[in-house]
């Protein structure tokens, strides 16, 4: 039999697992132009530091492989959305900016999730939303630390 500290483990995960990917569903149907929420994070995370960053430090933030943001960055450079350079410093890396067509999709996708996601929000109530959020970033610094 489970004892009760592994059950409150695994709804805890259970329903965060769950609620990410409903939350991920209903916000990649409202993206523009077949932007993915992997695209979106990027851009938002460029336009955010307001500087380059190398696919390998990009890899890092989002705790991804450099293999899927590679595959991310050529997908967002076919869509004009970043610019991708030669390191001048070290000519074996590259360096990854948002483009201005990048900052304008930014913006159309977060014109398109914030009503979603304030929708969410009023349903759920403020007071609520805020008395969840430092369990929720408690819980991420802690993965993260791993």
Same mark, same amino acid.
Request: charged fraction near 25%; aromatic fraction near 4%.
């Given at each position: 039999?489970?004892? &009760? ?5 695994? /709804? ?14 209903? +916000?990649?149907?409202? +993206? &523009?132009?077949? @932007?993915?929420?992997?695209?979106? /994070?990027?851009?938002? $995370? ?8 190398? %696919? ?6 989002? $705790?991804?492989?450099? !293999? ?17 350079? &030669? ?12 483009? %201005?067509? !990048?900052?304008?999709?930014? =913006?159309?996708?977060?014109?398109? @999730?914030?009503? *979603?996601?304030? =929708? @969410? *929000?009023? =349903? +759920? ?17 802690? +993965?993260?630390?791993?």
């Amino acid at each position: 039999m489970t004892n &009760p500290e592994n059950a409150l483990a695994i /709804s805890l995960f259970s329903e965060l697992l769950t609620a990410d990917q409903l939350l991920r569903n209903r +916000l990649t149907r409202v +993206l &523009p132009d077949r @932007m993915e929420i992997s695209h979106f /994070s990027v851009l938002n $995370h460029l336009a955010r530091v307001q500087d380059e960053r190398s %696919p390998a430090q990009l890899a890092r933030s989002f $705790h991804v492989t450099r !293999g899927a943001m590679t595959n991310t960055l050529a997908k967002l450079e076919i869509a004009g959305y970043v610019h991708i350079r &030669p390191d001048w410093d070290d000519a074996r890396r590259k360096m990854v900016s948002i483009s %201005p067509a !990048g900052k304008r999709a930014r =913006e159309a996708a977060l014109a398109a @999730m914030t009503p *979603v996601i304030s =929708e @969410m *929000v009023g =349903e +759920l109530g403020a007071e609520k939303v805020r008395a969840a959020l430092p369990v929720l970033r408690e819980l991420r610094l802690k +993965l993260e630390a791993e």
